[in-house]
């Protein structure tokens, strides 16, 4: 089997795929067809937590597949349970409860339609029901009608107008312009802590004070997507709280490293009291929101167990200490194609100089950076034209980031000039 061939001949080309076919994984290591190794800074875009092959997850799924996969959400499902409460307790320390759903889109399309419930509980100073979101540029919500509306890059938006209305982007970090842009229909503020796709930006903490501040002032929803930074990837459970530990949001999404690899995702909702004593999450009662599969017994003891093996293990502590090692060590190298090291743990993005690099007309210099380092052996992902992303398994070895940087450099080295 030619899986290049094939993949053109039967399925869909929506993605620009690198000439890399993974077969086979074992920790943070990937093997493709051809038996060529790779080290896995990837990782299913901040996905796999626990690295590949036979971990705790695998065996996890194993045993539960061989007992129940699937039960619909018109019965109580016990592992839903257990899973809901690991992320209220342990991960947000907050009061609230969780909806289970299968990706990061489908979780931020049911933080949308929580605005628009909350947007007509609590209608404008005209009796106006609210409906307007306000996100940022360079932000990335998922690939529905309602993720793509909400997302602040035109190239996902072309060729799918008309787009849902009620979305307005602005800058991240500017206060001000934040401040002057809130109108009558505005109703939340969607924003990730830490933009993953857009290029590993993040808000300042200064700013996510100041977004506090003016959601209770206007009565808005804060509503954070933690779909890539979220649960241990930078260090905290609670993505936000590397940067402003003292942030309290109304909602919060998770899709990603939540099961591993194993496609499940989550939204949780405060008890905030919105009106004649009911709770935020009140709003979203029964008949307002539904996922066949979401929450499934298999789907949450993915996320059952990966919860358990990065608090119980310290993985956060563990990200911590790998991103002071890959900040020094590039630090030390004073690499002129290096402008800067973006991020927090094992969420990192790269700063390219684009003038420092040998990169063919009409190339992003961050996918000819990306396919030149799958080359050498390293897995590491762009975003945006000038970024490439260091996001291996929260399991990774101190000598696999050797290892990896080594990777780094020399391509580095090979590529510039």
């Known amino acids: 089997m030619n899986t290049a061939e094939d993949l053109a001949r039967y399925v869909l080309p ?44 695998s065996r996890a799924i194993a045993r539960q597949a061989s007992e129940l996969i699937h039960c619909c959400n018109l019965y109580q499902i016990d592992k839903q349970v257990e899973l809901a409460r690991c992320l209220v307790d342990e991960c947000l320390e907050l009061p609230g409860r969780v909806f289970f759903s299968n990706s990061g889109a489908e979780s931020n399309d049911g933080l949308i339609k929580l605005a628009r419930r909350f947007g007509q509980a609590r209608p404008g100073p005209a009796g106006q029901p609210r409906h307007e979101i306000l996100t940022f540029n360079k932000s990335f919500h998922g690939r529905t009608l309602g993720g793509i509306a909400a997302t602040g890059q035109e190239k996902v938006k072309e060729g799918f107008a008309p787009l849902l209305p009620g979305f307005r982007h602005l800058e991240l970090n500017d206060l001000s312009s934040l401040t002057s842009n809130i109108r009558p229909e505005t109703c939340a503020i969607l924003l990730e802590a830490i933009q993953g796709e857009g290029g590993i930006h993040l808000a300042s903490r200064e700013f996510l004070q100041g977004v506090q501040e003016l959601c209770k002032e206007h009565d808005l929803l804060l509503l954070l997507d933690e ?21 309290i949001p109304d909602a919060v999404s998770w899709a990603k490293g939540l099961g591993g690899g194993f496609p499940i995702g989550a939204f949780w909702i405060s008890e905030r009291i919105v009106t004649d004593n009911t709770p935020l999450f009140g709003l979203m009662g029964a008949g307002s929101h539904g996922s066949t599969f979401g929450g499934s017994p298999l789907a949450c003891t993915a996320g059952i167990t990966v919860l358990r093996e990065v608090i119980d293990q310290e993985l956060p502590a563990r990200a911590l200490r790998h ?16 402008t800067e090291v973006r991020g927090k743990g094992l969420l990192l993005g ?26 050498a052996g390293l897995l590491s992902p762009p975003a945006g034209p000038d970024t490439v992303r260091l996001m291996p398994p929260l399991t990774v070895s ?20």
């Open 398 to 417: 101190s000598g696999e980031i050797d290892e990896a940087l080594e990777i780094f450099r020399h391509t580095l080295d090979r590529t510039s000039g």
């Open 227 to 247: 779909v890539q930074c979220g649960l241990g990837r930078t260090g905290e459970m609670a993505g936000w709280r590397s940067i402003e530990p003292g942030l």
């Open 14 to 57: 929506t993605y620009a795929r690198f000439p890399v076919a993974p077969v086979r994984g074992e920790g943070t290591l990937l093997w493709d067809e051809d038996g060529n190794r790779y080290l896995d800074f990837c990782a299913g875009l901040a996905t796999c937590s626990l690295g590949h092959g036979d971990t705790p997850l």
């Open 323 to 338: 991103e002071r090692t890959i900040r020094e060590t590039i630090a030390s190298w004073q690499h002129p194609a290096i």
């Open 350 to 375: 790269i700063g390219l100089n684009i003038e420092a690099l040998r990169v063919p007309e009409g190339l992003p210099a961050s996918i000819h950076l990306s396919g030149e380092l799958a080359s």
